[in-house]
């Protein structure tokens, strides 16, 4: 099998991770692909309230319930403490012994691997498919990678830190994520 193994803080999940993730999945063959919440993203740790992990993992999960080939991971929260990568790529490998895994990022996370906990390493564990997004050039190198593929994908100008700004504005949410995430945030005062 091919495995895409897509990380995020998922905070809230949008349509730009769906269609990241749809597209990732088809242009790279893969067979199943993953989307695997962080626990405590450290990069993001103390710079910003976090919804808890387990529901932000709540949220994936049910946006991927009816979408054969989609899985919701929360290998990273069972795991507990600050999420790396690393780490999760060679829990798959442990995982999925004969399996090919490709690790799925979008533009602006790309730009950043370099500075991952043994980000240079990573690719001993898994392939990479490089998503586009707005606002980022795909990087003409990356730290620790020969080859990756790059993947364009429609642009939507959508991220969580609009979202949750969005929310706290009273701005229209509708058609940026999925119906019931909104309705999920709207009585759990998420964001306010
Ligand atoms: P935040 O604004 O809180 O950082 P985000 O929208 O960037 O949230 P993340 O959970 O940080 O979402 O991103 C997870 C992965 O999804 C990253 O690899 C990121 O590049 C990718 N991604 C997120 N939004 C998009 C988008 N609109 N188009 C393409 N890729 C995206
Ligand atoms: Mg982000």
Do not use: C
Request: charged content about 25%; hydrophobic content about 40%.
């Amino acid at each position: 099998m091919n495995i895409g193994i897509f990380g995020g803080t998922f905070d809230p999940i949008h349509i730009g991770h769906l269609v990241a993730a749809v597209n990732a999945k088809f242009s790279g063959a893969l067979d199943e692909i993953h989307l695997v919440v962080a626990n405590v993203p450290w990069q993001k740790e103390n710079a910003r309230y976090l919804t808890p992990a387990q529901t932000r993992f709540d949220l994936v999960r049910q946006a991927v319930s009816n979408m054969e080939g989609y899985v919701a991971s929360d290998v990273e929260i069972r795991r507990g403490g600050r999420s790396y990568t690393y780490d999760t790529l060679a829990h798959y490998r442990e995982m999925y012994p004969g399996d090919d895994l490709f690790l799925v990022v979008g533009a602006d996370a790309a730009l950043e691997m370099h500075t991952w906990e043994r980000g240079d390493e990573l690719s001993k564990l898994s392939s990479l498919i490089v998503v586009t997004r707005p606002g980022f050039e795909i990087p003409k190198s990356i730290l620790g990678w020969d080859t990756w593929q790059s993947v364009e994908i429609p642009s939507l100008d959508i991220s969580s830190t609009d979202l949750r700004l969005r929310v706290k504005d009273g701005r229209p949410l509708s058609f940026l994520l999925p119906e019931f995430a909104i309705k999920f945030i709207e009585e759990h005062g998420l964001f306010m």
